[in-house]
């Protein structure tokens, strides 16, 4: 499917990609996935030139209503996952929480995303339910031997191209980076294919010590929620391998829906926000109506045009109606019944049929 998508006077093609995640993550340049919450949302990051998505599960949770605490069901996750999927042609990496339980779970969960679509999954060293990292200081971890389990059963689960992503938070926890390291030696053993560090410090210094220990055993993934003034120089330098821009759809989106609701009910109109929303045309061509049309010039039965009835003839049928009631209304009076009209209504029926 074709569409595009115009970013000011620029217009963006968009292309089937071949790349997979696992190549993106290997590569030796830095690669960036961009959040995505849904079908749109991934679409139109696409469309801004990323070449892969995160699906993330604080973002669909909060599309859907939920606070991210395993409120949202894995099945509910996958399904939008599927859309995700559908809607691009970029390899999705989805936040895979702690896998909705143990090693049984995880694994089927994994399974059904892989049947939806996705490149691969993220799972944290937390147990179930867990807590979003940036909420409140209550982050129990999983115990290592466990965990490692459940990244064992993922892996025996999917085919060798899909990607596991261990996402150890202990530095959320406040272990010490020995902790952290020591989880990523059993993670790596466990069959992970990258290690995401996490860190709630407005700094990235506890990132970078673990990188530069780690010394890209595995390629190392990051999340930048919280040290967002680091420029991905400072990454690129350090060896790491992905960034994650993890909530900044929904955040956007959040802001963007709070201002134009609020100026719409105090100005009581649209007329002053109405060139500053995407206008119907860009959705249209984001969602690839233009495919649409094609395909029915394609696929739908050719039709000559059709004569409009006439104001005569509009006028004819409702005498034909007034007359055909006034008839009915007679026989009903004059026989007491209505048993003969339903016959006639069968018959009528099947003739017309």
């Not at 595009?4 to 960036?32: C, H, K, Q, Y």
């Not at 780690?214 to 960034?243: C, E, F, H, M, Q």
């Not at 000559?304 to 006034?326: C, F, H, M, V, W």
Request: aromatic share 6%; hydrophobic share 40%; glycine share 6%.
């Amino acid at each position: 499917m074709s569409k595009a998508i115009s970013f000011g006077a620029e217009v963006l093609p968009v292309t089937a990609s071949s790349t997979t995640l696992r190549e993106l993550i290997l590569s030796n340049d830095l690669t960036f996935l961009m959040e995505a919450h849904d079908g749109l949302s991934a679409a139109i990051a696409e469309r801004a030139g990323f070449r892969g998505l995160w699906a993330s599960g604080l973002s669909i949770a909060s599309a859907l209503g939920y606070r991210d605490a395993n409120e949202a069901s894995w099945t509910q996750v996958v399904d939008v996952v599927e859309r995700m999927v559908d809607a691009t042609n970029i390899p999705v990496l989805v936040d895979g929480d702690s896998g909705f339980g143990n090693f049984n779970n995880a694994r089927l969960v994994a399974r059904k995303l892989e049947q939806r679509g996705a490149s691969g999954v993220c799972l944290e060293d937390k147990g179930f339910p867990k807590s979003n990292s940036f909420v409140g200081d209550r982050h129990p971890l999983a115990d290592i031997d466990e965990f490692s389990g459940r990244l064992k059963a993922v892996k025996d689960t999917t085919d060798p191209n899909f990607v596991v992503v261990a996402r150890i938070e202990a530095l959320i926890a406040g272990h010490s980076l020995d902790e952290a390291l020591c989880r990523a030696d059993a993670y790596s053993e466990a069959g992970a294919d990258a290690i995401l560090i996490h860190s709630r410090q407005a700094v990235a210094d506890e990132i970078l010590t673990f990188a530069k220990e780690w010394n890209n055993k595995l390629p190392v993934v990051i999340v930048p929620t919280k040290y967002y003034n680091t420029p991905a120089s400072v990454y690129r330098d350090a060896g790491i391998s992905t960034v994650i821009w993890a909530n900044h759809s929904m955040r956007a989106a959040i802001a963007g829906m709070r201002d134009t609701c609020g100026r719409i009910r105090s100005e009581e109109s649209i007329a002053g926000i109405e060139d500053q929303v995407a206008g119907l045309d860009e959705l249209f061509s984001l969602m690839g109506y233009d495919e649409l049309a094609q395909a029915e010039e394609q696929y739908l039965p050719k039709r000559t045009a059709e004569r409009r009835p006439s104001d005569s003839d509009q006028l004819s049928n409702r005498q034909l109606a007034q007359e055909g009631g006034r008839h009915v209304c007679d026989r009903i009076i004059q026989e007491e019944s209505i048993a003969v009209l339903k016959v006639k209504s069968r018959r009528s029926t099947s003739c017309s049929n």
